[in-house]
């Protein structure tokens, strides 16, 4: 089992910035990859980005591409998502989860969750 635990959610005003964390434990760890995704009321849970953990290819949602950062310390088994010039429609509670799957877009393929952070962004 691995267990996922984030960290980094709350509330910040339009055009700021946060940087979740996402700490791993449990067995050995070595995904292919970990995503983060984010889920607004009312909504379907969304892709937001990945990260291959071995050699560092990053792959990102268009609404936040050149906005947030996906980045992972390996030694650590921690896994960020720096987020800048927030919106209010990035109000969601965001996941992170890892994958043994090369497609890493579907949510459906990742085999471990973590519980949520809140991220609020006011207008």
């Known amino acids: 089992q691995v267990q996922l635990v984030e960290s980094g959610g709350g509330l910040v005003q339009a055009g700021g910035s946060l940087r979740l964390s996402c700490a791993a434990s449990?067995?050995?760890?070595?995904?292919?990859?970990m995503g983060w995704f984010r889920q607004a009321p009312g909504k379907e849970r969304q892709f937001v980005a990945a990260i291959r953990w071995s050699g560092g290819r990053t792959y990102y949602a268009n609404s936040v591409k050149g906005r947030f950062t996906i980045s992972r310390d390996n030694a650590k088994n921690l896994g960020y998502l720096q987020m800048n010039n927030l919106e209010p429609e990035d109000t969601a509670v965001y996941y992170c989860?890892?994958?043994?799957?090369?497609?890493?877009?579907?949510?459906?393929?990742?085999?471990?969750w973590g519980q949520g952070t809140q991220v609020t962004v006011s207008s």
């Open positions: 449990g067995r050995i760890f070595s995904p292919y990859a």
């Open positions: 989860a890892v994958t043994g799957s090369v497609d890493l877009y579907s949510g459906s393929r990742y085999d471990y």
